[in-house]
Structures are given as structure tokens and as C-alpha cells.
């Protein structure tokens, strides 16, 4: 476990062990009279320093997103593996020629063939609703469902750029757009390692 822990995680545990070491050290040497009452006090805090610490821990589970940590770096992005299992992926997006790119969060999904996109984020890349054709089906865990074929102006990932970039929009119900394996296949290398996903230009 400690194996999977950055170096900037692993100081501050230090740090804080330090912290406590220290604070203990004192208080016992300031209650060496009533060290009963003192080993009562320190269990008492114990535990409720543990019941607040699981607590934030549910809370996080629960209620806040699974984040996967991305960087890019010089022909490479390396990507953290989120909470829920998942590699996202942040791409910057316009949608049409001279519109102002956005960036657009995905999933790494390599079962998927295309870049799939919710209709929140194919709206927000100017391709309404009304004028999208909803002529082909594709099979997702909720069952078959239509899409309609776009093509993305430019697509940016690090000093990367990519010009007229096929995709789908899912009729459906999505939660986070995908991002699939015809788009993977631009990067000369795909490497996964534990919680580490490293793509090379």
C-alpha cells in the first residue's frame, strides 16, 4: 500500500507522526501526576479522532467524484487511476471551425469504438439536438440505444492536435462521455501499469 503513495503523501504522514509524537510527549510529561486521567483523555480523543476520519471518508466515498489525476508531460500523458476504477481523461474540444475550444472530461473506455459524447457535452460544443440525425444504434449496458454521427473540428490533448476527428453523440442516458479505442489508436503507445495509465505520442 505504501508502494502506491506519492512521495508528497508519504512526508506528510511523517510529519504528522512527528506532530503527534510530540504533542503526546509533552502532555505526558505535563500530566506525569495523573497519567490515569491523561491515558483516558488520549483513548477518549482516539476515538473520536477515528470516528471523524471514517466519517470523511464515507462523506468522500459517497458524495464526491472519482478523480483521476492527469498529467501531461513531454510526448506522454500519464494518467491515475479515480476512486471508482476509471481513467479520465480531460480533452480540449471545438466542435465546429473557429469556435473557442472546450475542455471536455472523459472515461478511457477501451470496450468502446468511438468517441461517445453525452448530449450535455455535444451541446456545449454547438451541436444542438434538433439538428442531429439519430440514425445509428449501439448496445450499452441500459440497452440499445441511438447515436448520431458528428465530426470535431479539433481535438487537443497536451501539444497534441488532432483535425476533423470522428465521434458519436448518445441519444441515451450518459453520464460521462467516453473516450474509445479509434481515438486511442493515434497514440503510438499505450501503456498500463497497476493504477497508472501512460499514453505516448
Known amino acids: 500500500m505504501i508502494d502506491s503513495l506519492h512521495s508528497d503523501q508519504i512526508a506528510q504522514i511523517i510529519y504528522l507522526v512527528l506532530l503527534g509524537t510530540v504533542l503526546a510527549s509533552y502532555a505526558l510529561v505535563a500530566m506525569r501526576r495523573q497519567i490515569g486521567q491523561f491515558v483516558r483523555m488520549l483513548l477518549l480523543w482516539g476515538l473520536l479522532f477515528t470516528g471523524v476520519m471514517a466519517g470523511w471518508g464515507l462523506w468522500q466515498s459517497m458524495v464526491l467524484p472519482s478523480i483521476a489525476v492527469q498529467q501531461a508531460g513531454e510526448g506522454a500523458v500519464e494518467l491515475r487511476r479515480g476512486r471508482d476504477g476509471s481513467f479520465r481523461l480531460t480533452l480540449e474540444i471545438s466542435g465546429h471551425e473557429g469556435a473557442t475550444p472546450q475542455p471536455v472530461n472523459f472515461v478511457v473506455d477501451t470496450g468502446a469504438t468511438d ?84 499514453l505516448e505520442f
Open 115 to 198: 468517441i461517445v459524447l453525452t448530449r450535455e457535452d455535444a451541446q456545449a460544443l454547438g451541436f444542438r439536438a434538433d439538428d442531429l440525425a439519430f440514425l445509428g444504434t449501439a448496445r450499452t449496458a441500459n440497452g440499445v440505444v441511438r447515436t448520431a454521427r458528428v465530426v470535431l473540428d479539433q481535438v487537443v490533448i497536451g501539444d497534441q492536435e488532432h483535425r476533423r476527428v470522428p465521434a458519436l453523440v448518445n441519444e441515451g442516458e450518459l453520464h460521462v462521455s467516453l473516450l474509445g479505442m479509434a481515438y486511442l489508436s493515434r497514440f503510438s503507445r499505450i501503456e498500463m501499469t497497476r493504477d497508472r495509465l501512460r
